[in-house]
């Protein structure tokens, strides 16, 4: 059971003014609700199964895979569409690197 004087003290904590029967019946709810918990605790869930989700819920995003950008179709198209790039050599199967430059995305004036 929560006292009156732990809402009180909650009172000064949360900076709020209300009066005596608010505060009774503040009180008189919060031990309900605490009530209400611990009565939880006493429920036999040794054989329920866990669960991150009241509802099943399927995952619809596309597959990751793990494409190299080497190898990857349409990579030209999407070099040639960048106004500014720079091209070195890569050790990486005789390709070249390229550096594709793209606005900052926060401005500074």
Same mark, same amino acid.
């Given at each position: 059971?929560?006292?009156?004087?732990?809402?009180?003290?909650?009172?000064?904590?949360? *900076?709020?003014?209300?009066?005596?029967?608010?505060?009774?019946? #503040?009180? *008189?709810?919060?031990?309900?609700?605490?009530?209400?918990?611990?009565? #939880?605790?006493?429920?036999?869930?040794?054989?329920?199964?866990?669960?991150?989700?009241?509802?099943?819920?399927?995952?619809?995003? *596309?597959?990751?895979?793990?494409?190299? @950008? @080497?190898?990857?179709?349409? *990579?030209?198209?999407?070099?040639?569409? @960048?106004?500014?790039?720079?091209?070195?050599?890569? #050790?990486?199967?005789?390709?070249?690197?390229?550096?594709?430059?793209?606005?900052?995305?926060?401005?500074?004036?």
């Amino acid at each position: 059971m929560i006292s009156k004087e732990d809402i009180e003290h909650l009172k000064n904590l949360a *900076r709020v003014e209300f009066g005596e029967k608010e505060t009774e019946a #503040l009180a *008189r709810d919060l031990s309900g609700i605490l009530d209400f918990i611990n009565k #939880l605790s006493e429920a036999d869930i040794s054989e329920a199964s866990e669960t991150t989700h009241a509802a099943e819920i399927m995952n619809v995003m *596309r597959k990751d895979d793990d494409e190299d @950008f @080497f190898e990857m179709e349409g *990579r030209e198209s999407i070099v040639s569409d @960048f106004p500014e790039k720079e091209t070195s050599k890569l #050790l990486h199967e005789g390709t070249e690197s390229v550096w594709l430059k793209v606005k900052a995305p926060i401005q500074k004036e």
